[in-house]
């Protein structure tokens, strides 16, 4: 997956938590979860299963702590997809 | 350094079903925390309920510690709950009034813990209806000196949540401090901060959280 696929199916994993419909249209790499998209801490873990099911991976806590900002999480999911095709090889 | 650290969860607004799945519960607590459930009469209280509670302490001493360190990063697993105790009475009211507040926690049903963060042990106090849980996180046992405050506000957008939780705490302060001129403002890294109107001096440390219909507030006055 290239990072804008990774970057479309994103958005649908974040939307369910932000009420900032305005700004998750026009995200990018530097676009904060908490400071711009005003996600509440509360549902960070929510966002980390959906994006473990929605892309098959697993999020171990050291890549879950990166994922700050819609470029790191697009990072940790982009390398998560390989380390999966890696081991289907 | 004085800092001060608060969370709040409403018990509304969380998802009952998933917390209680291990995948969602186990990228919060360890399993040693898992245990304290069983072992530490916790049982009664619903397990969600559990999970929540351990967030919010976690949570809160990240705050706390966000202070002193700004780069610090959030990462609930390697915030260690090492003791929680139930309140001695274990009576569970709801939150009938609109707001509640208060300067430490004398003759109040709470929960008190321990957390450990690497080499940094921190003291919690908690409050639990079935509304929502509270937790306030300090550096010492003595939270003489920790004012506090929660409140039900009318709408949970985020822009409302945060001038609502700003003012709540602003009256608060006036009549604590003594000062008309006090706004909340940041720091460089984002942490909430009281100033005097026109001054950059930090008055003191402030921590604040808001989820769904719930804001709180938590200051640390100690000398």
Known sequence: ?89 | MRSTGNDIVSLNAINKTRTKQSGFYSKILSPTEKNLYHESGFAKMPFETFVWLLWSLKESAFKYLQRINPELIFSPIKFAVNHLQLPAGNKIKNFEIKQTEGVGFKNMDIFKGKIIFGSDILYSISIINPEYIVSIVNGTENFENIGWGIKLIKNSDPNYQSIAVREFLIDKLKTVLQFDNLVIGKNQQGIPIVLKEGSEEETLPVSLSHHHFLVAYSYNFAV
Do not use: F, H, W
């Open chain 1, 1 to 89: 997956m290239t990072r804008k696929e990774i970057l479309d199916e994103l958005k649908k994993v974040i939307a369910p938590y932000t009420t900032n419909k305005e700004m998750l249209d026009s995200i990018n790499d530097q676009t904060d979860l908490i400071k711009d998209l005003k996600i509440n801490s509360a549902n960070l873990v929510d966002i980390i299963i959906d994006a473990e099911a929605k892309y098959q991976i697993e999020i171990d806590y050291d890549s879950a702590d990166k994922m700050i900002n819609v470029g790191t999480c697009i990072d940790v999911i982009s390398e998560k997809i390989s380390q999966k095709n890696e081991e289907y090889r």
